[in-house]
């Protein structure tokens, strides 16, 4: 849900589609004709996202938090937990899961000093005399979004391992009618390691015999599968995707005689409700939150001189993604600067920035680490980011930005192939980009940006975010060759507050912000590059000369 709660957009202050609010009509309706039998489960990642989230979790932290509040305003069920959740640190978790009036259930993440689950491994629901068990999990790769004391507090293991024994355990002990896999993980895919998969559904539901559905969600794509498991039964497996624009419905008729069930059909649907009218009721009640998310949206922290465009970070320096380095690099004096948009249809215009901007900048609430890498790993993590993100171009009409090959020739504008915030440039050295050299052989450093050399062998202090800096998007880990367990001990300092409220204070510090392009790095040769940029700019994201209008798929 990412804090989608109201049909309002706090950071773009505009009206948005699907939200908790509309939601809320479209079950109510639901309760009108099921009744009791309704059954409502969310699949985690509520208490980031909207700045309401961030307004509660930090600014308003001592009243209920807004996310338990919807919660308990629908009658949830049970939640399972999602990576953004535990992001906010044990403080904001904890309250969070003991203001909830429904389980929130993880059976694969345990308490590291214990070993025992940190929350309820499921839920049992019981309906007109039918027993339902509720299974919670979390992807495994949680840990490369957190960091420090959270980090070593929780341990987590893999999906598929853990349902299997847990389903055993509870249809022994349990003996239920029903039960629900509700996992905060994508299809498959993903961030990989020896230690964790990021997303297991897609296994987990063909792997272990037990499990009537799966409702799951963390890769925001809309999903309506049915798995076949290994026993021979079908699973229907649904996934909403994110921001509450649908919902995952699954429809259970049971048929039971004396303790016995005789009959079991299960049939899934994804439910678009991003036209529903909002509930009025649910408005009223969450209006004062609101309205008081609007007035801390609204206050001023800088001025800027001119709009910036995240999308031309695609292409070459830019205004937008050099704002953050140099911020970055301010904060910290730090060598080297590593960053990348969290999207590319984000634009701060000229004039006041204020709050809300801000979540623009960085939507998220991360630390600032400052990592020792030495040259040659700064190399090998901008080969592997260049490689997510350009295509290796043969002839001078190819693509220069690496385009996913499954929405060519349908009919529909292309999507990028890779998440654009694993598109990390680089501040504070020169170099260049060859889009005709394979994986390896990409990144050519010149030089660092103040004129001495830059040396392979050296060691540099290098500002990033705290999800590249624990892994995240394996650019430090696959890229770069660090082991996953040594990153922590690259960490020579990290802010006591979130990346955004760090390049917040150092910009209203500033007032006016006069961003422009650090013209540090470019796409070679230029006499291919520059045409394909001209090329996929118009073709591609409907940019004209002039404008700034991105594809909305992105």
Request: proline share 4%; net charge negative.
């Amino acid at each position: 849900m990412h804090g989608c709660f109201m049909p309002y957009d706090f950071i773009e202050n505009k009206p948005a589609s699907g939200s908790l609010a509309r939601a809320c009509t479209y079950i109510n309706n639901m309760r009108k004709h099921y009744g009791n039998r309704l059954i409502l489960l969310d699949c985690g990642d509520m208490l980031q996202g909207q700045p309401i989230c961030h307004y509660f979790n930090s600014t308003k932290n001592g009243e209920m938090n807004i996310a338990s509040r919807a919660i308990n305003y629908l009658k949830f069920d049970a939640c399972a937990i999602g990576n953004h959740d535990l992001a906010t640190g044990n403080d904001v978790f904890d309250k969070w899961t003991r203001e909830c009036g429904c389980p929130i259930v993880a059976a694969n993440m345990t308490d590291s000093t214990t070993g025992k689950p940190y929350c309820p491994p499921y839920a049992i629901l019981e309906r007109e005399g039918i027993k339902i068990a509720v299974l919670g999990m979390v992807t495994s790769a949680a840990p490369l979004w957190l960091y420090g004391k959270l980090r070593n507090r929780l341990h987590f293991e893999s999906i598929t391992t853990v349902a299997a024994s847990w389903v055993e355990s509870i249809r022994n002990e349990e003996h239920p009618d029903l039960i629900i896999g509700l996992f905060h993980s994508g299809w498959n895919g993903g961030t990989s390691t020896d230690l964790y998969d990021e997303n297991e559904v897609e296994r987990t539901a063909r792997d272990v015999p037990g499990l009537d559905a799966i409702f799951f969600g963390h890769d925001h794509v809309t999903r309506q599968e049915t798995i076949t498991n290994k026993s021979g039964h079908k699973v229907p497996c649904l996934n909403p995707s994110c921001n509450a624009n649908s919902l995952a419905v699954a429809d259970v008729t049971i048929t039971k005689e004396g303790s016995s069930v005789v009959c079991k059909t299960i049939s899934g649907s994804i439910c678009d409700i991003k036209d529903e009218q909002p509930d009025l009721a649910f408005m009223e009640y969450f209006k004062e939150a609101a309205e008081e998310t609007i007035t801390y949206c609204s206050k001023r922290i800088a001025t800027i001189d001119k709009p910036i465009h995240a999308i031309d970070g695609l292409f070459g320096n830019a205004p937008f993604t050099d704002l953050i380095h140099n911020l970055q690099l301010a904060i910290t004096h730090a060598d080297i600067s590593l960053s990348a948009p969290l999207s590319a249809n984000i634009s701060i215009e000229k004039g006041l920035i204020c709050i809300r901007d801000m979540f623009k900048l960085y939507k998220y609430d991360d630390l600032l680490y400052v990592m020792r890498l030495n040259g040659m790993e700064i190399k090998a993590c901008l080969e592997m980011s260049y490689e997510l993100w350009t295509n290796t171009m043969t002839t001078p009409y190819d693509h220069i930005v690496l385009i996913a090959n499954d929405t060519e020739g349908h009919g529909s504008l292309p999507k990028l192939k890779n998440n654009i915030f694993n598109f990390d440039s680089a501040a504070g050295i020169d170099y260049e980009v060859d889009v005709t050299k394979p994986y390896g052989q990409k990144i050519k450093i010149k030089q660092m940006s103040d004129g001495k050399p830059f040396c392979e062998n050296r060691w540099y202090n290098v500002v990033t975010n705290s999800y590249r800096g624990n892994g995240g998007g394996d650019l430090l880990t696959k890229g770069a060759g660090i082991a996953v367990e040594s990153l922590q001990q690259r960490i020579v300092w990290q802010s006591d507050k979130g990346q955004r409220q760090c390049l917040m204070e150092q910009m209203s510090c500033s007032g006016t912000i006069a961003p422009k392009a650090n013209n540090n790095w470019k796409f070679v040769p230029e006499e291919w590059a520059d045409k394909a940029i001209a090329r996929d700019k118009a073709n591609i994201f409907r940019i004209n000369p002039g404008h700034h209008e991105a594809n909305k798929q992105l």
